[in-house]
């Protein structure tokens, strides 16, 4: 008796779990459709939020039976984290919000937010265009995936090696690869007058100090010649070897090469007193033939007509950045500021995760990437005869896509934008140089640098960073090397990195690292 009053017992409680646990299918119709709540990051933050008669709301509710809700989250990254950590606390998660790195970590703490790894194939375009082999890594915890992660439609490796292809012609000389090669053309163009004006007036390299807490050091304009020895950056984020490039043995050699640059007088040297505007001043005055450059500070229209109008027979062209030894070589490095749509376990167990799914894939169809990125066709926009969304021909200019009252209809396109030559073609147009008709474009140029090789630190820029004094120590410390002020030996440069480890250099590694393995940096 007792054993048959268990089995009833156990098999009513499977049931009831069974019962608790199912997942319902979910039918909606534009006449009964289901509400989907989204907190989503503001593309303009001083512009309000979409209107309430929207026509997105209808074609999604039409379309999809969906009644969209969206809640704008605050701009400020604090005060961001804040509402959705209490959200969590509170179990008021929406069904879907944009989240920033910290508060992610928490919700999958605490389980949350659902695994997103059997959405993807659902949303087969979207996962194509917007999500790769980084981004889901980025939102990938003990093997599992717990949101759809993008850069917002930020550029990244939008810079690369530009270099005078007019003063290697003139010199009879080839594109350089290796390190070595680099070095012989900076002498020949500090030395054998590659511009042909008779004059000694330039260099082989120019740069300017530019740094930040992730390209710390001499900074990104000297990262080429630091990538070629593997050390680019600030932090070195692989498993097997993460920690701050400036204690690595390839260190030495890469900012010994820098001190032949400077010793030989091969680099500007004006680069050590160079702010960014001089920088680039000098550039367009022919004053130095290889540097590192941002694509659009090159190569748009206005950026690039001084250089033009003084040297119509001038040319720059994009180059792979030094080889080194072990074949090392990059750029520098990139970091991608994702954030990470995640969808609640509340959403999950209502139901809700494929019509979620079907909803993102349709943002990203011809009628959802334009609505939510340009507006109504016709009224805010029209294609022109490239199929890029212009403003030009629409009937209402003051209804262009461009202007401040219509800003709130593409509140959500960081949702929909992915970087492409669409989205970009209208900032970065082609055009014709007024003095030497030459076919330029920053896009173009754009593709070309980030085809080059670049080292992945996403999550480096948020790693602990150094104290005031000893910050100052490292910076004043290379410089001290590079420009001679201390003797740049194996055994003096052991001797600086042991006073920086005494100031704190292994404390500040030690905590980096830890940081980037419980946030998930290294890889």
């Not at 163009?189 to 004059?199: A, E, L, M, V």
Request: negative net charge; aromatic residues 12%.
């Amino acid at each position: 008796m007792k054993l048959r009053f268990f089995l009833i017992v156990t098999v009513f409680l499977a049931l009831l779990t069974s019962c608790r646990d199912k997942i319902p299918e979910l039918h909606p119709t534009a006449d009964s459709p289901v509400t989907i709540s989204l907190w989503y990051d503001a593309t303009v933050t001083e512009a309000g939020a979409p209107p309430a008669d929207w026509v997105a709301y209808e074609i999604i509710r039409k379309k999809l039976g969906i009644n969209l809700e969206l809640t704008m989250l605050p701009f400020n990254a604090a005060d961001k984290n804040v509402k959705i950590n209490a959200a969590a606390e509170g179990d008021t998660l929406p069904d879907m919000a944009v989240v920033n790195r910290e508060p992610l970590l928490n919700l999958v703490k605490n389980g949350l937010i659902m695994q997103v790894d059997s959405l993807y194939s659902l949303m087969p375009n979207r996962t194509e265009k917007m999500y790769n082999e980084n981004s889901r890594r980025f939102a990938t915890f003990n093997g599992k995936c717990y949101g759809f992660s993008t850069p917002g439609g930020k550029l990244q490796k939008n810079e690369g090696v530009l270099i005078r292809k007019d003063w290697l012609d003139n010199l009879g000389l080839q594109i350089p690869k290796t390190i070595d090669e680099y070095l012989d053309v900076m002498r020949a163009f500090t030395f054998n007058d590659p511009d042909k004006n008779g004059r000694n007036d330039t260099y082989g390299y120019g740069a300017f100090i530019e740094t930040n807490s992730y390209e710390e050091g001499l900074g990104r304009r000297l990262d080429p010649i630091f990538g070629a020895f593997g050390v680019a950056g600030t932090w070195n984020l692989s498993e097997k070897d993460a920690g701050l490039n400036v204690r690595k043995s390839a260190y030495f050699e890469a900012l010994s090469t820098v001190r032949a640059m400077q010793q030989e007088g091969i680099i500007d040297p004006n680069w050590l007193g160079y702010k960014k505007d001089d920088f680039r001043a000098a550039w367009k005055s022919g004053r130095f033939g290889i540097m590192r450059e941002q694509h659009s500070a090159y190569a748009s229209e206005s950026n690039y007509a001084p250089f033009d109008r003084k040297f119509p027979e001038g040319s720059w062209i994009v180059i792979e950045p030094p080889e080194g030894p072990g074949s090392k070589k990059a750029v520098g490095v990139y970091t991608i500021p994702y954030t990470t749509l995640v969808i609640s376990k509340r959403a999950e167990k209502e139901g809700k995760a494929p019509l979620i799914a079907k909803l993102l894939e349709w943002m990203v169809s011809d009628e959802g990437y334009y609505l939510f990125g340009w507006g109504e066709e016709g009224v805010n926009y029209v294609f022109n005869e490239n199929h890029v969304p212009v403003a030009d021909g629409i009937p209402d200019q003051s209804k262009s896509f461009a202007k401040a009252a219509q800003q709130p209809l593409t509140q959500l396109r960081s949702m929909v934008f992915w970087n492409s030559d669409t989205e970009l073609a209208s900032r970065y147009p082609t055009y014709t140089t007024e003095v030497s008709k030459k076919t330029m474009s920053a896009l173009v140029t754009l593709r070309e640098m980030q085809e080059k090789e670049w080292v992945n630190s996403t999550g480096s820029d948020l790693l602990p960073v150094p104290g005031t004094a000893l910050k100052t120590f490292y910076e004043q410390g290379v410089l001290d090397f590079v420009t001679g002020k201390r003797e740049l030996t194996r055994e003096e440069w052991n001797k600086w990195l042991s006073e920086f480890d005494r100031m704190g250099g292994i404390k500040w590694e030690k905590d980096g690292i830890e940081k980037a393995k419980e946030s998930n940096y290294l890889y």
